[in-house]
């Protein structure tokens, strides 16, 4: 069996591993950071099952933080990373939570801001355009519940356009 990461770019590769790390830190991956890897895989591995590269990205779990930044060789890079670690350790807030990210995934987006070695400036932009693709992106099953319950039986353009669809 091949590997199914090994379509990769560096980069990707490491983004994907920061990814699954942050997600698992706190021993539980939730269902909705699941499903954000998942999309994620698909996205850069469309010939791959995502739950087998899920499956590869995880079965290492040793923490080798510094190792995976090193291929985010970019400062675009990095802060892409800002804000896609931010956006998994923001979705499975729980109702309970206090705080939008877990204490165990708050050590850990501590420490890859530090191995990441941006400036303020960068991380605060990163982090600002994380929280605008948060409030833009609701859950799916909100768009559905909005359009199926919210609108009756002809929805609002802003609804249609919320929902990724358009008037034909």
């Known amino acids: 069996m091949t590997d199914p990461l090994a379509a990769l770019k560096p980069s990707q590769w490491a983004q994907l591993k920061v990814l699954c790390w942050i997600a698992s830190v706190d021993g539980d991956v939730a269902t909705e950071e699941r499903a954000l890897l998942s999309k994620l895989s698909e ?3 469309p010939l791959e099952d995502p739950e087998d590269a899920l499956a590869s990205l995880q079965a290492d779990p040793e923490a080798e933080l510094d190792a995976w930044v090193a291929h985010l060789k ?3 890079d990095r802060m892409a990373m800002v804000s896609m670690a931010f956006q998994m350790a923001c979705s ?3 109702p309970e939570d206090d705080s939008a990210i877990n204490a165990a995934e708050r050590v850990a987006y501590r420490r890859l801001l530090e191995a990441l070695n941006l400036s303020d400036p960068q991380v605060q932009e990163a982090e600002w355009a994380a929280r605008e693709a948060l ?3 609701p859950a ?3 768009r559905l519940n909005q359009l199926l319950f919210g609108w009756g039986a002809w929805p609002s353009v802003a609804a249609l356009e919320a929902s990724g669809t358009s008037w034909l």
């Open 74 to 76: 970019s400062t675009d």
């Open 43 to 45: 996205r850069l591995l």
């Open 135 to 137: 409030k833009e992106t």
């Open 92 to 94: 499975s807030q729980g």
């Open 140 to 142: 799916l099953l909100d």
